[in-house]
Nanobody
């Protein structure tokens, strides 16, 4: 089970840190990713980190502003989001899978989502 937390309301230019905690499984066995979904939109890839942590990838719109990291010893993955923009507003989901992929269909395990709202 994956539990996402850390969402909230922030002004544009601000920062938030999302966390995803795993229970009942070992995070170190999986690539971990963050996706987001805005109202009326499809679920969008945000960032992924490999099981080892040596590989990370980001969607173009967040590269340089967001950082994904993991602490396998604590079974957690985080997404540090800086310089937030209104267009970052969405429900953010963490996911675990066997590949460091951008396609949400490759992920078998999902958290429940946490709302991020960026105001102007």
């Amino acid at each position: 089970q994956l539990q996402a937390s850390g969402g909230g309301l922030v002004q544009a230019g601000g920062s938030l840190r999302l966390s995803c905690a795993a229970s009942g499984r070992t995070v170190s066995d999986y690539a971990m990713a963050w996706f987001r979904q805005a109202p009326g939109e499809e679920r969008e890839f945000v960032a992924v980190i490999s099981a080892s942590g040596r590989y990370q990838a980001y969607t173009d719109s967040v590269r340089g502003r967001f950082t994904i990291s993991r602490v396998n010893a604590k079974n957690t993955v985080s997404l540090q989001m800086n310089s937030l923009k209104e267009e970052d507003t969405a429900v953010y989901y963490c996911a675990a899978g066997l590949q460091s992929a951008r396609d949400p269909r490759t992920y078998r395990h999902w958290g429940q989502g946490t709302q991020v709202t960026v105001s102007s």
